[in-house]
């Protein structure tokens, strides 16, 4: 007999989601079967549904790679968990493991890799399938909608940082305060340096302080950038853009002391000038990042788990995530909206649903 589970289902790029009963999957060799407790819906999701990247996802598919949940069943040959262990399932779905940056720690980099909820289906389920070797083991004791947003928000935010090789007692800019910055300016404060986060939104700038920002700053104000140099003494040591915007990276390169390095994170649509005469002058290095590997993916959880970094959460039912698009579409989810697997199905649906398109 067929086992059916709910579903948040692609069907057309750019339109509502359909909430729908799909077959369990059942894991292959190497595989687990993951029963979601927790999704956390990242501004990626809303990326792959609007079609908006150069490779977009098979159609039909399930979003969603910030993923808190059980295992519920082992494919074969899976000996390094067990039913009932709780693990968080992350961006890399899987790897080669055996190209050259697989080999060298850089996994990430792999051009045979799979991708969470965009080439496999992800967590906007009651279950997904994750392959055991890119499994995040999570402490038993914890907040499965808490912990969720690490599983991207976190690991992607805490190695950004890391790739700005700002060092303790530095200045690091954060552009954008949403998921991502969020958690990005309590893992900098967690690290040792001093932040300075940037968004458009009032509201994100409260945020930005309440996450513990020394300085929050509107980046659309005309001096955003004079008040950044004046702020950090000369401009920041480290930049850390998770804006979705290109102006936010035009910005970036503004508000850089000299010798610094951009981490760039954000990830929407289009180009950016870069004016070549600052970044050869004053030394900058502009370096893309990409979520992180699974020694990140570890460090980042360990962080959450020693209460250092904490996501500020709104809880929602499966069956509101075309609200919950909606919002982070304008802008307007503080922190991080985790769809609940345990939440039933919420009132305002109707009024939500179709005020996304
Ligand atoms: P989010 O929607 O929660 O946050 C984006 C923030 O950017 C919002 O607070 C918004 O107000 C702010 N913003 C918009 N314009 C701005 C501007 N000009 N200056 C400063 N801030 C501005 O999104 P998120 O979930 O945090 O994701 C952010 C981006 O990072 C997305 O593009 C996502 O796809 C990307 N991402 C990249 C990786 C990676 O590995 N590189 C991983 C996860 C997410
Ligand atoms: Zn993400």
């Not at 007999?1 to 339109?15: E, P, Q, S, W």
């Not at 389920?125 to 947003?149: C, G, K, S, T």
């Not at 552009?175 to 932040?195: E, F, N, P």
């Not at 702020?231 to 035009?250: D, I, K, M």
Request: charged letters at 20%; a neutral charge.
């Amino acid at each position: 007999m067929v086992m059916l589970m709910r579903a948040a289902v692609v069907r057309t790029f750019g339109k509502p989601l359909t909430i729908e009963q799909v077959p369990v999957p059942v894991p292959g060799p190497g595989e687990v079967l993951v029963k979601v407790k927790a999704s956390g819906v990242c501004h990626t999701d809303l990326h792959a549904v609007d079609g908006d990247w150069p490779v977009r996802p098979t159609l039909p598919f399930i979003p969603g790679h910030e993923v808190a949940g059980i295992v519920a069943a082992l494919g074969a040959n899976v000996t390094n968990f067990k039913e009932g262990d709780a693990v968080g399932v992350a961006w890399l779905h899987d790897a080669c493991l055996r190209c050259e940056y697989c080999e060298s720690g850089w996994e990430t980099l792999c051009e045979h890799q799979h991708n969470t909820g965009y080439s496999c289906n992800g967590g906007f389920a009651e279950y997904m399938i994750a392959d055991a070797a890119f499994v995040a083991r999570l402490p038993n004791h914890i907040d499965f909608a808490e912990i969720a947003p690490i599983l991207c928000a976190g690991v992607t935010s805490y190695k950004g940082l890391k790739e700005t090789e700002a060092q303790p007692g530095e200045w690091v800019a954060i552009s954008g305060v949403g998921g991502l910055g969020h958690v990005g300016i309590q893992y900098a404060k967690a690290m040792g340096l001093k932040v300075i986060a940037l968004d458009i939104v009032p509201e994100k700038l409260n945020l930005a302080r309440m996450a513990g920002a020394d300085f929050a700053i509107n980046a659309a104000m005309p001096d955003a950038v004079p008040e950044v140099i004046k702020v950090t003494g000369g401009g920041a040591h480290g930049v850390l853009v998770t804006a979705v915007s290109t102006a936010a990276f035009s910005q970036a390169i503004s508000i850089a002391r000299r010798k610094a390095t951009i981490s760039l994170v954000g990830l929407p649509p289009g180009q950016f000038a870069t004016p070549i005469f600052d970044v050869v002058l004053k030394r900058i290095t502009l370096r893309g990042s990409i979520v992180g590997t699974r020694q990140d993916l570890d460090e980042a959880i360990a962080f959450a788990a020693d209460r250092k970094v904490k996501a500020v959460i709104r809880r929602a039912p499966l069956e509101d995530i075309n609200g919950v698009l909606a919002d982070l579409k304008q802008a307007k989810v503080q922190g991080r909206v985790v769809l609940d697997m345990a939440m039933g199905v919420s009132t305002n649906r109707a009024k939500s649903e179709p005020s996304y398109v």
